[in-house]
């Protein structure tokens, strides 16, 4: 139990166009989900928190038209980076906290998403 | 002040080495504290909950010390395979908000 699958796994795109990342959790409801990033060799860094039916919760220094995100139901949380650049390549990955529904309360991470901004 | 502190490492053992991690929290109130472990170029995975008691899964063995605020995580006879990055991992009693700790990353080393 508490799979969280993320699509893409990887990207490659072009500066200037928008990229959709999706985060389903797959066998649990998650009413929060979390996007964070890492460079190489760093930490995991948190953009945002997102609540099901609210809009999301964005760390400071992360610009929320820049990352859009949308959590329009309990197993599906989307990222979108607009206008990407190449300064915004990176490891992306979702993770969903489970709660209850026979799985422990903590947070479970998506395999994560490379983009690559050529 | 951080709200989880780690040392980074790295820490380079031989295999078959007991090798102790451990992690501070700043918020007394805190409830739940985790390890996870992140594979190179992959996410983190849930390694093991740390409870008060302590708690022993095969070679691993977590313990809390809510007194002084820290925990640990120790690692017996290790394994080329344990080698990663390895993350704690506080959820305070109120709020969505898990907070990590940067990692302490651990080579095993034949």
């Known amino acids: 139990g508490a799979v969280v699958s993320q699509h893409p796994s990887r990207v490659i795109c072009k500066s200037g166009t928008s990229v959709k990342i999706e985060c389903r959790s797959l066998?649990?409801?998650?009413?929060?989900m979390f996007w964070y990033r890492q460079f190489p060799k760093q930490s995991l860094m948190l953009m945002a928190t997102s609540n099901e039916g609210s809009k999301a919760t964005y760390e400071q220094g992360v610009e929320k038209d820049k990352f859009l995100i949308n959590h329009a139901s309990l197993t599906l949380s989307t990222l979108t980076v607009t206008s990407a650049h190449p300064e915004d390549s990176s490891f992306y990955i979702c993770s969903a906290r489970g709660y209850g529904q026979g799985i422990q309360e903590t947070q479970y991470f998506g395999p994560g998403t490379r983009l690559l901004v050529l | 002040r951080k709200e989880v502190e780690q040392d980074p490492g790295p820490f380079n053992v031989p295999e078959g080495a007991t090798v102790a991690f451990n992690c501070t929290y700043s918020?007394?109130?805190?409830?739940?504290f985790f390890w996870y472990r992140q594979d190179c170029r992959k996410e983190p995975k849930l390694l093991m909950s740390?409870?008060?008691s302590g708690n022993e899964d095969g070679r691993f063995t977590a313990q809390l010390n809510r007194a002084s605020q820290y925990i640990s995580l120790l690692i017996r006879d290790s394994k080329l395979s344990d080698s990663a990055t390895y993350l704690c991992v506080v959820l305070p009693n109120t709020g969505n908000q898990f907070y990590f700790g940067t990692g302490t990353s651990l080579t095993v080393i034949p």
């Open positions: 066998d649990f409801q998650a009413t929060t």
């Open positions: 740390v409870y008060s």
């Open positions: 918020n007394s109130a805190s409830q739940s």
